[in-house]
T-cell receptor
Framework: QKEVEQNSGPLSVPEGAIASLNCTYSDRGSQSFFWYRQYSGKSPELIMSIYSNGDKEDGRFTAQLNKASQYVSLLIRDSQPSDSATYLCAVKVTGNQFYFGTGTSLTVIP | DADVTQTPRNRITKTGKRIMLECSQTKGHDRMYWYRQDPGLGLRLIYYSFDVKDINKGEISDGYSVSRQAQAKFSLSLESAIPNQTALYFC????????????FGPGTRLTVL
């Protein structure tokens, strides 16, 4: 079982819709969770970090964490074509290592 | 200037050659990481270092070695390159605080023939 799992997609949503990206993790002791965005040929850049159960909002982005279910999600409201990218879920596990999911490819259709 | 730089950006080499990838940062971060990215496999941690005297193996360290020459410099070596080490390599840094957000360099595309 992989440490971090994501649906690879591709996920397509129309412009203005809500995109929902999901991630599960296996290490119950994990404390830190991150969502990165990666455009094709570029390096990952941080969108959101979350450490406590519940929701965390930043502009059009909302991260949701449920430690009991070992589940992290990212919602993108009012999706724009510029949001088209691969979204990587990352988890800092006990022992200070980071594990990344394989990424979900998102396409926002104008 | 970029905060995290990697050299070279692209490299083509042959099986059995020794290769060094270099990473420098001006962010003043203590923690540095090396990852490789392969299609369908995502980012996988090779080595990480929390300070100059602290080096740790990551998920896939076999076939690789690292050197932390200074707080700002972290090098990755492939002692004898093989074709399945063809990948996109990223260096990243983070501060020691609770956030532990990683900042990535632009990547090095390595091809081993």
């Amino acid at each position: 079982q992989k440490e971090v799992e994501q649906n690879s997609g591709p996920l397509s949503v129309p412009e203005g819709a809500i995109a929902s990206l999901n991630c599960t993790y296996s290490d119950r002791g994990s404390q830190s969770f991150f969502w990165y965005r990666q455009y094709s040929g570029k390096s990952p850049e941080l969108i959101m970090s979350i450490y406590s159960n519940g929701d965390k909002e930043d502009g059009r982005f909302t991260a949701q964490l449920n430690k009991a279910s070992q589940y992290v999600s990212l919602l993108i409201r009012d999706s724009q074509p510029s949001d088209s990218a691969t979204y990587l879920c990352a988890v800092k596990v006990t022992g200070n290592q980071f594990y990344f999911g394989t990424g979900t490819s998102l396409t926002v259709i104008p | 200037d970029a905060d995290v730089t990697q050299t070279p950006r692209n490299r083509i080499t042959k099986t059995g050659k020794r290769i060094m990838l270099e990473c420098s940062q001006t962010k003043g971060h203590d923690r540095m990481y090396w990852y490789r990215q392969d299609p369908g496999l995502g980012l996988r941690l090779i080595y990480y270092s929390f300070d100059v005297k602290d080096i740790n193996k990551g998920e896939i360290s076999d076939g690789y070695s690292v050197s932390r020459q200074a707080q700002a410099k972290f090098s990755l070596s492939l002692e004898s390159a093989i074709p399945n080490q063809t990948a996109l390599y990223f260096c990243a840094t983070s501060d020691w605080g609770a956030e532990d957000t990683q900042y990535f360099g632009p990547g090095t595309r390595l091809t081993v023939l």
